[in-house]
């Protein structure tokens, strides 16, 4: 996906153009030629997966959650303890 944003072929402002995903299915053919991974369902839902996974992460670090985030002072990533100490 890197690669096809690099091009910019596919570009459309925030998102990618239809028929990014057989592009992306011929580029995998091309590296991986007997793993036969389709478009759909095999790139549709690992791309699903990686927005829902960088959505969580994006809302811990924009400080949604108090308990965790982006300590800018230190620049580091702070976290509360689960369990407060006795």
């Known amino acids: 996906m890197v690669d096809l944003h690099n091009v910019g072929t596919f570009n459309a402002d925030t998102r990618f153009k239809a028929d990014y995903l057989n592009e992306l299915e011929k580029m995998l053919e091309k590296v991986l030629p007997h793993a036969m991974l389709k478009a759909k369902p095999n ?41 407060p100490v006795l």
């Not at 924009?62 to 303890?81: C, I, P, S, T």
């Open 43 to 83: 790139l549709e839902s690992r791309i699903r997966t990686l927005k829902r996974v960088w959505l969580i992460i994006y809302d811990m670090l924009r400080g949604k959650n108090n308990d965790f985030g982006w300590d800018e002072h230190r620049q580091l990533v702070f976290a509360e303890d689960a369990f």
